[in-house]
């Protein structure tokens, strides 16, 4: 709900307003309804179940702002430049990190990330039928190593929280057990 209300606000469709705190935004302006169309198309393609709905109604909404000159057209397509501003920043500030004080901040988010990886494991693995009688995912420690490897690294590297999403669950269904974790077949 925070991430869409953010999305919401960044997009114009709510506003922040001294009275009420939260109002509609302006409804006239093209980068709101542009908001809107996109978001009412991405609906409509998701819940079709149309495969790529989410990327397709990113593509379609973006291409009619362009068109319609709500957002610019991009000056490239790639840069071969690469900002390495970011990258180590989080390395460099472990002692910084590393105090008392923060270890029921560093607690939390260990937890966080460690319980969403548990849930979306298991999820993913009954829909895919890798669990065994038990109900345990057969080398779900190499799960949680990668999971927990790619946390550090995105921090390291500067990046927002890397972890696995219960959307993989559509790519389990559709890729062999050996592809999908290192199982056999």
Do not use: C, H
């Not at 991430?3 to 093209?30: E, S």
């Not at 593509?59 to 970011?86: C, E, K, N, Q, W």
């Not at 937890?111 to 979306?120: A, L, R, S, Y």
């Amino acid at each position: 709900m925070f991430i869409a209300f953010i999305g919401l606000k960044n997009a114009g469709i709510v506003v922040a307003d001294p009275t009420t705190y939260l109002r509609l935004g302006d409804f006239t302006q093209g980068p709101v309804l542009l908001a809107v169309f996109g978001l009412i198309l991405t609906l409509v393609l998701v819940a079709r179940d149309i495969q790529g709905g989410l990327v397709i109604g990113i593509l379609l909404t973006g291409s009619i702002g362009m068109i319609f000159g709500v957002i610019p057209f991009p000056s490239y397509i790639a840069s071969l430049r690469l900002d390495t501003s970011t990258i180590g920043g989080g390395v460099l500030a472990v002692p910084d990190v590393l105090q008392l004080s923060l270890a029921p901040l560093i607690f939390a988010l260990f937890m966080t990330d460690f319980f969403d990886t548990i849930g979306t494991v298991i999820a993913v693995g009954q829909e895919a039928k890798l669990l065994d009688e038990e109900g345990r995912l057969p080398n779900a420690d190499r799960v949680l190593l990668v999971d927990s490897l790619a946390a550090v690294g995105g921090g390291a590297m500067g990046a927002s929280s890397v972890t696995s999403y219960i959307e993989s669950e559509r790519v389990v269904r559709a890729w062999p057990r050996a592809v999908v974790l290192g199982l056999p077949a």
